[in-house]
């Protein structure tokens, strides 16, 4: 009964000195973070896209499209600043299925947390010295963001996590943009709550220690649509939504008003090809309404090689296991169209 503790794992100091970055790479992130950053105070008038497969499965598929991405980014660079998604723990609704990398680094076999802690850092290390991208994850387990904090440039915390307590205090404490997801219900309030902890000083636990936070002045909202009582998806990102934020962050007195429209989740119904649409609306409204263009900061898109999701066990490469995402054709050309829209 109960719970069978298996084996110590390694505390995150050790995994990075196990595997640690050459100075090259350290360098490439600052500047990766700076760029970003800049976005989010409003100095840089760019649009950020947050993009990549809705789960990281295959160090091989993931790599091969991020090696797509660096090429893309070569190319629409005055216009938009380009984050990859590797996504390596997936939050589950019901606790059934692929739980990501951290869980199972081969989709195929049982879990195996030591191999994937190594699996996950080694992948995002790789994104970075071969590709020049610090890339983005999503801060499933507030505890295990240290094993990645020097390589990520990008923190989402999921619609399920948002209204945790450990989740928006950790939030406080980091120093790169963290997106704070609405609430599956869709309430804004909780949304904004959660990024008035992580803009706020804390004092609290972490990892056995007792830690006193800074406070993330740029911790921002993520419009990612919600479910209503009888489970149908409804969408957020629309003209009058962006709006209502506006005037919701008006009154917050938060610093760096900012919003990533997530165009897949419930803004799609997860309907990936409806990303295409949503992303051209998204645009749409930034260029019809200046409060609007200065608060909406970024896009985020699930894409990957092939179009759709399969099956684990499949085994067709690059196609999601996850969600469904937007092939690789119809993404170069969606970055394209959004670049000219900026």
Same mark, same amino acid.
């Given at each position: 009964?109960?719970?069978?503790?298996?084996?110590?794992?390694?505390?995150?100091?050790?995994?990075?000195?196990?595997?640690?970055?050459?100075?090259?790479?350290?360098?490439?992130?600052?500047?990766?973070?700076?760029?970003?950053?800049?976005v989010?105070?409003g100095?840089?008038?760019?649009l950020?896209?947050?993009i990549?497969?809705?789960?990281?499965?295959?160090?091989?598929?993931?790599?091969?499209?991020i090696?797509?991405?660096?090429?893309?980014?070569?190319?629409?660079?005055?216009?938009i600043?380009?984050?990859?998604?590797?996504?390596?723990?997936?939050?589950?609704t019901?606790?059934?299925?692929?739980?990501?990398?951290?869980?199972q680094?081969?989709?195929?076999?049982?879990?195996?947390?030591?191999?994937?802690?190594? $699996?996950?850092?080694?992948?995002?290390?790789?994104?970075?010295? @071969?590709?020049?991208?610090? #890339?983005? +994850?999503? &801060?499933?387990?507030?505890?295990?963001?240290?094993?990645l904090?020097?390589?990520?440039?990008?923190v989402?915390?999921?619609?399920?996590?948002?209204?945790?307590?450990?989740?928006?205090?950790?939030?406080?404490?980091?120093?790169?943009?963290?997106?704070?997801?609405?609430?599956?219900?869709?309430?804004?309030?909780?949304?904004?709550?959660?990024?008035?902890?992580?803009?706020?000083?804390?004092?609290?636990?972490?990892?056995g220690?007792?830690?006193?936070?800074?406070?993330?002045?740029?911790?921002?909202?993520?419009?990612?649509?919600?479910?209503?009582?009888?489970?149908?998806?409804?969408?957020?990102?629309?003209y009058?939504?962006?709006?209502?934020?506006?005037?919701?962050?008006?009154?917050?007195?938060?610093?760096?008003?900012?919003?990533?429209?997530? $165009?897949?989740?419930?803004?799609?119904?997860?309907?990936y090809? @409806?990303?295409?649409?949503? #992303?051209? +609306?998204? &645009?749409?409204?930034?260029?019809?309404n200046?409060?609007?263009k200065?608060?909406?900061?970024?896009?985020?898109?699930?894409?990957?090689?092939?179009?759709?999701?399969?099956?684990?066990?499949?085994?067709?490469?690059?196609?999601?296991?996850?969600?469904?995402?937007?092939?690789?054709?119809k993404?170069?050309?969606?970055?394209?169209?959004?670049?000219?829209?900026?």
């Amino acid at each position: 009964m109960g719970m069978n503790f298996k084996r110590k794992l390694p505390i995150p100091m050790e995994i990075k000195e196990r595997l640690p970055l050459t100075i090259e790479m350290a360098q490439q992130k600052v500047k990766n973070d700076a760029e970003i950053k800049a976005v989010f105070t409003g100095e840089s008038d760019k649009l950020l896209l947050v993009i990549g497969p809705c789960s990281a499965d295959s160090k091989e598929s993931v790599l091969d499209y991020i090696s797509r991405l660096a090429e893309l980014r070569e190319r629409v660079k005055d216009k938009i600043v380009i984050v990859p998604r590797i996504y390596t723990n997936k939050p589950r609704t019901t606790g059934a299925g692929y739980k990501g990398m951290l869980h199972q680094p081969d989709p195929n076999e049982k879990p195996d947390m030591l191999h994937g802690i190594v $699996a996950i850092r080694d992948l995002h290390m790789c994104a970075l010295k @071969e590709y020049g991208f610090s #890339c983005a +994850d999503e &801060m499933l387990y507030p505890d295990n963001y240290r094993y990645l904090s020097d390589l990520l440039s990008y923190v989402a915390v999921g619609a399920r996590s948002v209204e945790n307590q450990q989740h928006r205090l950790t939030s406080s404490g980091i120093d790169i943009p963290v997106g704070m997801k609405n609430p599956t219900s869709g309430d804004l309030s909780i949304m904004m709550n959660a990024i008035t902890a992580a803009q706020s000083k804390h004092t609290f636990i972490y990892r056995g220690w007792e830690v006193e936070s800074e406070g993330n002045p740029y911790a921002h909202a993520i419009m990612r649509g919600f479910v209503d009582r009888d489970g149908h998806s409804i969408s957020n990102y629309h003209y009058e939504d962006l709006v209502n934020l506006s005037e919701a962050y008006a009154k917050s007195g938060l610093v760096n008003p900012a919003c990533i429209v997530d $165009a897949n989740h419930a803004n799609s119904g997860k309907k990936y090809l @409806e990303q295409i649409r949503i #992303c051209k +609306d998204i &645009m749409y409204s930034r260029n019809h309404n200046n409060d609007i263009k200065k608060l909406v900061k970024g896009i985020m898109i699930e894409s990957y090689i092939e179009d759709g999701a399969q099956k684990i066990g499949d085994g067709i490469y690059g196609k999601s296991i996850t969600d469904p995402c937007l092939g690789w054709e119809k993404t170069e050309r969606l970055v394209f169209d959004i670049a000219e829209e900026v």
